[in-house]
């Protein structure tokens, strides 16, 4: 939504820029081979970034030439794209044409599933996104094929946006297991239960966490499904034909390495940083709350550092994959900080927590104390003075296991989506009434931003099933709706009540017990709007947007 910018500034060889990245550390890397200067003379600041949603995961030619004239002119330099270069200038969702197959027994039980998906890509394009991989996991069912192929055409280069490829791939699936359902006669909740992956499917492997069965049963309790009429257009609210649709979410699980550094101050406060940014998803909350609890500090008492190269190595702001990456890092350098003041004890025959092991004790109240006796323990204050130290500092990373070596299939967030539509029959109007989202995030570290990431993707997902669509004109070659006057989005007109209620545990594949949401509320909103329209109207919708000439 933001339009992507970039501020360079050169003094001798050395680079300072100011860009709206999701991954600055790449930022840094590009650049210094682009100029020939070392990486640590390329500093790169993104503290903040007013959305990404995926454009922001790859380095642009404009943030180059945003260097090169920096260079060439001796002066900072600052470039702004427009809103039709942000059409054309950094990627788009792939287009899709993808075939599913379905075979079922009577009892609702798949016996066989192919999903081939056919995805864009410009010519000199590497932009990879595996569209059909995830059907091989999201249910249990003995013989699976799928396939990913790429048609190669002249266009700009696409990128990865929100739920990459498991939001085109999930309503190929999902629609198909709702057409399933309708003809066998069997409630489509039913059918996705009677199809549930106990286990990863592919690796035999027990999930490490997986409440998807909790999705299904509470979402449909939550959303009054039992008053579903299961005929095609029997139910109605007046002149509104009504309809019921759901689907069953999935994604991907993606945590890549990170580190992160934490210091512990002679005025009792701390500073944890690392070079990831925050999109607007609540890093700066989440990341600071997990640092007081874990630092036994106050959240005043705790500054988070954000977006700069400077920091410690963080990965990208993308692939749901950050906060336990992010997460999992900050909780270790926290613990290595917490050790390094009982290595400073270690000699001091007046600390009461000499000769105290890591696993001995905890942090509260700005203290370390011993688990089982609380009064046996110090300030971080007192014992900084009394050494005569500024601070003690730690870095900390994370890398996860290889799903064998942990004995357990790594899971990502799982999810029910439940939808009402009212469809006008006179002028094929649909409007979507209400929406249950029912997650599984693991833990959730902050239930306000939590459930603020499921309710903005499930808005981008009414326009991915609605409205959004962009329109190429055939003799030009060039995007006839490039501006946010043409191009349709969703407005707060468009948006009903957005329900979301979280199941489940924590995960085990991480010591935070997290998961990744950013991206799992978007996956399953355009399957489950097109199988409502299809029980409110008894027209299957196979394309995206389903726009009014498609219902008439």
């Known amino acids: 939504m933001g339009l992507l910018a970039t501020v360079a500034a050169w003094d001798g060889d050395s680079l300072t820029v ?24 390329v500093r790169v600041f993104t503290p903040f970034v007013g959305g990404g949603f995926g454009a922001g995961l790859r380095v642009w030619p404009h943030v180059v030439l945003t260097a090169l004239a920096a260079r060439t002119s001796g002066r900072p330099v600052k470039l702004v794209l427009t809103r039709p270069q942000m059409f054309t200038g950094v990627g788009h969702r ?25 995805s864009s890509i410009a010519v000199q394009g590497g932009n990879v996104e595996p569209v059909a991989a995830d059907s091989a996991w999201a249910y249990a069912c003995p013989s699976v094929d799928t396939r990913d192929l790429q048609a190669r055409l002249n266009i700009p280069d696409p990128t990865s946006m929100r739920a990459p490829g498991q939001a085109q791939g999930n309503f190929a699936l999902e629609s198909a297991l709702d057409e399933l ?24 492997l027990p999930w490490s966490s997986k409440a998807l069965r909790a999705c299904y049963e509470q979402g449909a309790e939550r959303f009054g499904w039992r008053a579903r009429d299961p005929r095609p257009g029997s139910m109605r609210d ?6 019921y649709g759901m689907a069953g979410v999935s994604f991907f699980w993606f945590q890549p390495p990170c580190q992160a550094r934490a210091s512990i101050r002679r005025d009792g406060t701390a500073f944890v940083r690392s070079a990831a940014t925050d999109i607007g998803t609540g890093t700066y909350t989440v990341m600071t709350q997990l640092s007081a609890g874990l630092l036994g500090l106050r959240l005043d008492q705790v500054r988070l550092g954000l977006g700069d190269t400077d920091m410690p190595m ?16 900050i909780q270790a350098a ?25 696993e001995d004790v905890m942090a509260a109240g700005g203290r370390i104390h011993h688990i089982s006796e609380p009064a046996r323990g110090a300030a971080y204050t007192d014992i900084l003075a009394r050494h005569d130290l500024d601070e003690l500092t730690a870095d900390g ?13 790594p899971a990502g967030a799982f999810g029910a989506r439940l939808v009402e539509v009212r469809v006008d029959p006179d002028l094929g109007l649909v409007r979507v009434a209400r929406v249950v989202s029912a997650i599984d995030g693991g833990r959730i570290l902050n239930q306000k931003t939590a459930t603020s990431q499921i309710i903005g993707a499930a808005v981008g997902g009414i326009g991915m099933a609605l409205l959004e669509e962009t329109l190429t004109d055939p003799h030009t070659g060039r995007i006839a709706n490039a501006t946010l006057g043409d191009y349709l989005v969703p407005v707060n007109a468009d948006i009903p009540d957005l329900e979301v209620i979280f199941v489940g545990e924590p995960d085990r594949f991480n010591p935070v017990g997290v998961k990744g949401i950013g991206e799992i509320g978007l996956v399953g909103m355009a399957a489950a709007i097109a199988n409502a329209v299809f029980h409110a109207t008894g027209r299957r919708i196979r394309s995206l947007p389903i726009t009014i000439d498609r219902l008439l």
Not at 95 to 111: E, I, K, S
Not at 314 to 329: D, I, Y
Request: one cysteine or more; a negative charge; hydrophobic letters at 40%.
């Open 18 to 41: 100011h860009d709206s990245t999701q991954w600055p550390y790449s930022v840094r890397a590009t650049l210094a081979a682009a100029f020939g200067v070392a990486e640590s003379g």
């Open 94 to 118: 792939t287009r899709t044409a993808q075939r599913v197959r379905l075979g079922a027994d009577r009892g609702g039980h798949l016996m066989a599933l192919s999903h081939e998906a056919k």
């Open 181 to 204: 359902a309708h003809a066998i006669g069997m409630d489509p909740v039913e059918l996705r239960l009677r199809n549930y992956a106990e286990d990863h499917p592919q690796l035999g």
């Open 238 to 243: 007046g002149h509104w034909l009504v309809g």
């Open 314 to 329: 963080a990965p990208m702001e993308g692939g749901s994959g950050l906060t336990a990456a992010l997460g999992s890092a």
């Open 334 to 358: 926290c613990r290595k900080v917490i050790q390094a003041f009982l290595d400073t004890l270690a000699d001091d025959h007046g600390s009461p927590l000499r000769g105290c092991r890591l």
């Open 397 to 409: 990373d994370s890398a996860p296991p290889e799903a064998e070596d942990a004995g357990m299939a």
